[in-house]
């Protein structure tokens, strides 16, 4: 469950992400910790496996999800965070798969109101940019101030963090 991570004059920040492999998870961490912010991790049901993550395998399911869109419902454990309606700020992580965000960040994304918030999206990639992620996860939202995202190295530190922040004006 978040707890209150800022005073009544400054901006109550969430950061929410879900990560396949962990580099998403680590980056995540690292903008929690800059930001003195709440987190919350997207968990789904059906958790994925290693096998299921390979995109070189036509079978695993990653790839069939790729190529058969319907079967991109992806139930999580809880898609709404305690006390969702409280944060000003929600900074949303994601590793991109076949240029697309996971599709785990979808049912996130379309069960919450936005309302009065700004999203910033962010993803880790070794090699994929942003690309339309970010746009494509805003058009599942017909709520809030979806800023652009941007593609974070999985290695970024917290120092590349804190320049990042600063960049898009948000208080670290």
Known sequence: MPTSNTSDSQPKTLVVHYSAHGHTRRVAETITHALGADAFVLSPTEAYSEPELDYNDPRSRVSREHVDHSLRHVELVQDTPDGFAGYDVVLVGYPIWWGE?????????????????????????????????????????????????????ANIDAVGVRRWLERLGVDA
């Not at 965000?101 to 880790?124: Q, R």
């Not at 070794?126 to 652009?148: E, H, I, K, N, Q």
Request: aromatic share 12%; glycine share 8%; with cysteine.
């Open 101 to 153: 965000a996971s599709w785990v960040m979808n049912e996130f994304v379309k069960n919450n109101d936005f309302t009065g918030k700004t999203v910033i999206p962010f993803c880790t990639s070794f090699s994929s940019p942003v690309g339309a992620s970010a746009r494509d996860l805003a058009a599942l939202s017909s709520t809030g101030d979806w800023r652009p995202g941007t593609r974070l190295e």
